[in-house]
C-alpha cells in the first residue's frame, strides 16, 4: 500500500509539474505573439529591432518548456535537438538578413539540466543573433557552424562559429561590446560557472565550456 501510494503521489506531482510548464509555455507564447504584433505595427526600426530581440529571448526560454512539457524528464532537456530548434526559430526571426545565410550544425546527443538550459539559451541567442545582425554586412552569402561535444570529464563544450567580418581591430568584447555582449560573458562565467572565449580570424569563434556538476534529479 505504501508503494502505491509512492506511485500515486508522484504520477501527481508530475501531472502537476507538466500542468505548470504547460502553463508557462502559454504565457511566453502570449507575450510573444504581442511583441510580434507591435513588432509589425511600428515603422520605426529600432523599435522593430528591439521588440525582435525581446521576442527571441523568451522564445529561447520558452523552448525549454516546451521540451519539457514534451520530455519524460521533468528536470532535463536534449541539449541537440534544443540547440538545433532554437537556432532556425532565430533565423526565420530575421526574415530577409537571414536568407543567404546557412547554418550547419555538429551536435552530439547531450542532456542537460533545465538551469543551464536557459541560460545557455540565452547566450545562444544572442551570440547568433548578432552574426545575423553584424557579420555579414551588405546581405552578403555567409555560413554560421555551431558544435556541441561532451568531454570525457561531463564538459559541456559548445562553439559558434561564423565566416563573417569579425570585430573591427582592437575592438575588446568585455569593454566595447553592447549590452548583450557583456551578458554573454556575464552568464557564462557567473551564472554557469563556466568558461567563454572568442577569437577574431576570417569570423568570429566564441567557445563556451561548462561543468555539468548541477545535474542532480529533481523529480
Do not use: C
Amino acid at each position: 500500500k505504501a508503494e502505491e501510494q509512492i506511485k500515486k503521489d508522484l504520477k501527481i506531482q508530475t501531472a502537476l509539474i507538466q500542468e505548470i510548464y504547460h502553463r508557462t509555455k502559454n504565457n511566453m507564447a502570449v507575450i510573444s505573439a504581442m511583441l510580434s504584433m507591435e513588432s509589425r505595427r511600428s515603422e520605426n526600426e529600432y523599435v522593430k529591432s528591439t521588440f525582435r530581440e525581446i521576442r527571441n529571448k523568451i522564445q529561447a526560454m520558452s523552448l525549454v518548456q516546451q521540451k519539457l512539457y514534451k520530455a519524460k524528464d521533468l528536470s532535463n532537456i536534449n541539449l541537440k535537438e534544443y540547440i538545433e530548434d532554437l537556432a532556425k526559430l532565430i533565423m526565420r526571426s530575421y526574415g530577409e538578413l537571414s536568407a543567404k545565410i546557412e547554418i550547419k550544425f555538429d551536435l552530439h546527443d547531450v542532456k542537460i539540466l533545465i538551469d543551464s538550459a536557459v541560460p545557455l539559451g540565452l547566450i545562444i541567442n544572442e551570440l547568433v543573433s548578432n552574426i545575423f545582425k553584424h557579420a555579414f554586412p551588405n546581405r552578403q552569402e555567409g555560413e554560421i557552424f555551431i558544435r556541441l561535444i561532451q568531454e570525457k570529464d561531463k564538459t559541456i563544450s559548445l562553439e559558434i562559429i561564423d565566416n563573417g567580418i569579425g570585430f573591427p581591430q582592437n575592438f575588446d568584447p568585455r569593454k566595447d561590446g553592447s549590452m548583450g555582449l557583456a551578458s554573454v560573458f556575464s552568464i557564462a562565467e557567473n551564472q554557469l560557472k563556466g568558461e567563454i572565449s572568442v577569437k577574431s580570424e576570417n569570423g568570429l569563434r566564441w567557445h563556451i565550456k561548462i561543468k555539468d556538476d548541477k545535474k542532480k534529479e529533481r523529480v
